[in-house]
């Protein structure tokens, strides 16, 4: 994997060299592994409502259970 370079264009994207360039400098490389390991993360994020704000983090999910509660807190 560290065999593959990458230049930006003029959008600040980044541009990966071709599989074929690829190749041709490493013969014996696997790209069908490369491949799927890239694919394991390719999946779609799940929107994040933090994104882009300053501050504490807005909460994902809201429980009703506190871990702290006094009624939790007493010695058995």
């Known amino acids: 994997m560290l065999a593959i370079r990458y230049t ?4 600040d994207e980044i541009l990966l060299i071709s ?3 690829l190749l041709e400098d490493n ?3 696997k790209l ?3 491949d799927a390991l890239c694919l394991t993360f390719g999946g779609p994020l799940a929107p994040n409502p933090s994104a882009g704000r300053e501050g504490p983090p807005v909460p994902i ?3 009703e259970y506190d871990p702290f509660d006094p009624k939790f807190m007493e010695a058995a």
């Open 32 to 34: 069908d592994d490369l």
């Open 19 to 21: 599989k074929e360039d």
């Open 8 to 11: 930006f264009n003029k959008q």
């Open 27 to 29: 013969p014996s490389l």
């Open 61 to 63: 999910h809201v429980s």
